[in-house]
């Protein structure tokens, strides 16, 4: 949560609603949280403001769209400087596919979550873009197999 900002029973669950489904009107909105309509608006723009709500997106169909294989990414550099870490990061958002990368603690210095249409199309992008990244010694690459859990929904 931000500093800037407390929420209120009422915000948190305007926050609820809009992860749930970003397509409620302002209308439909203010119906389910009890409010008028101006009132709802004016504590969602408050909670924009606040940086809370960061965009409102679709979410898209991974399988119909033709990326519906999940690849975790571990990715260990060769040296643990500024300057490699930077020169990876600056590298690693052109990667195609890549969702996310995170730096974490323990036996790797990054996970990237990738999407690609199959393990061949996989193949080809590790060997084109994987292994081309600046400063990496180690890539170890776990396919997943079946989706059992996937939200993009904060839990407040």
């Known amino acids: 949560m931000s500093d800037e900002i ?9 926050l609820r609603l ?3 489904d970003a397509s ?11 409010l008028s309509a101006p009132a709802c608006l004016r504590r969602v723009e408050r909670l924009k403001r606040a940086g809370l709500i960061r965009s409102v997106v679709a979410l898209l169909d991974e399988e119909k ?13 060769d040296h643990s400087t500024t300057a490699s870490f930077a ?18 603690t323990g036996e790797f210095d990054y996970f990237l979550l ?7 199309s996989f193949n080809r992008l590790h060997a084109e873009q994987l292994l081309h990244l600046p400063h990496v010694r180690q890539i ?7 989706r059992v859990l ?7």
């Open 6 to 14: 407390t929420l209120d029973r009422i915000d948190q669950q305007v």
């Open 18 to 20: 809009l992860q749930a």
């Open 24 to 34: 409620l009107s302002n209308v439909a909105l203010a119906e389910c949280v009890n």
């Open 65 to 77: 769209l033709g990326a519906g294989m999940v690849v975790i990414v571990g990715v260990v550099l």
């Open 87 to 104: 020169e990876f990061e600056q590298a690693v958002g052109k990667v195609t596919g890549c969702m996310e990368c995170h730096v974490v």
């Open 114 to 120: 990738l999407r690609t249409r199959d393990y061949k």
């Open 140 to 146: 170890r690459s776990f396919m997943g197999l079946r």
């Open 150 to 156: 996937s939200t993009t929904q904060i839990p407040m």
